[in-house]
Structures are given as C-alpha cells and as structure tokens.
C-alpha cells in the first residue's frame, strides 16, 4: 500500500510532467520498435532464406532496422533528459507559486521562514 502512494505521489508531482515524461518514453521505445525495425526484424526471421538469396532486400532490411534503433536511441535520451530535468527541478505548484500577504510578497523559500504556518 505504501508503495503505490508513493508511486502516485511521485507520478502527480510536478503538475503532470512525470506522467507526460513516461508517456514520452514508452511512445519512444514502443511506437518506435513497432513502427520501424520489429516488422523487419520479423518478417526477416519468417522468410530468413528467401532474404539470403536476395542481397539487396536483406541490406533494405538492415537499414531499416538500423534507423529504427537509431531513432529509438534519440527518442530515449530526449525522454530521460526531460525527466532528469523535471526531477531536478523539483517541479509541482508548490515550488513555482507566490505567496501574498497582506505585508509583503514572497517566493517559497523566504515564504516559509516569515511565516511558519
């Protein structure tokens, strides 16, 4: 039970960028593989020697295969440097939110040592 809220809490925190960064990253690896390099990679494991007796088929399958990793590659950096970057951050609206007293305004970490309510 302690598990999962801490997953939720994780997975809410920083107004819905984790859950956008994770969403990110599986659309990076899974969109990618099923869109570029499995369809070869199994039509080329079914028809493995008709491909053999045909060399140019076999190298169009091969680039194939070798750009979908490459953008898979790209895809996952981008995805865990966007959420590196969010965890660094420490994101969520409390961090990013003006405090307003009827005295003076301030940002969260001047906010908590004037007032410590």
């Not at 039970?1 to 809410?12: K, Y």
């Not at 953008?71 to 865990?80: A, C, L, T």
Request: with cysteine; charged share 10%.
């Amino acid at each position: 039970m302690l598990a999962q809220v801490l997953l939720a809490e994780s997975l809410l925190s920083g107004e819905g960028d984790v859950i956008l960064g994770l969403q990110s990253l599986s659309g990076a690896v899974g969109m990618t593989a099923f869109t570029y390099f499995l369809p070869f990679l199994c039509h080329g494991a079914f028809t493995w020697d008709a491909l053999q007796a045909k060399p140019l088929w076999l190298g169009y399958y091969a680039f194939n295969v070798a750009v979908g990793l490459v953008i898979m590659v790209g895809g996952i950096y981008v995805s865990v440097a966007e959420l590196a970057a969010g965890a660094a951050e420490g994101g969520g609206e409390a961090a990013s939110h003006t405090h307003t007293h009827p005295t003076h305004t301030c940002a969260p970490p001047h906010c908590r040592a004037a007032h410590p309510y």
